[in-house]
């Protein structure tokens, strides 16, 4: 059985509401969510990129978009080497577009909207059954070391 990191951080963010480009607690898409947490608990004002993509099924622009903050702004980091508030970036059909953010590996908090369930946010595992597969890399912001 798995012990789930309770940090007291998390429970601030679960159960917030999925909403396309949210970025408020009203509501968050995944990177929303990252930027909601950077810049409540590590102070960080993240871009928000809501002017960059209409839905978060615009999965061409979000890889862009993605590709083009991690060559900018995050610098790619071995998965081992993960540590709490970094990035994971997730495959969704089949491309990089979603993100969470590292509680303690393998955990993560993320936003996603499931078929036939309201979208929120959830705490789970990388090496799940559901993101095992999918996890491409774990990045960490420039300002964050």
Known sequence: ???IPMKPWT???L???FIEKGRTRDGVDCY???RLIYRERLGIE???YTESYATTQDHAE?????????????KEIPVEEARPFDGAI????????????????PWFIHAIQRAGQPGRTWL???DGLNWRHRLVTAVRWEGAQ
């Open 15 to 17: 159960h917030i509401p």
């Open 90 to 105: 997730f495959r969704i059909f089949g491309q990089p577009t979603h993100f969470g953010v590292v509680v303690e590996p």
């Open 1 to 3: 059985p798995w012990t």
């Open 11 to 13: 429970t601030n963010y």
């Open 62 to 74: 979000i890889m862009a978009l993605l590709q083009g903050a991690v060559a900018t702004s995050w």
């Open 124 to 126: 789970e595992r990388w």
């Open 46 to 48: 993240l871009p928000s």
């Open 32 to 34: 929303g969510l990252v």
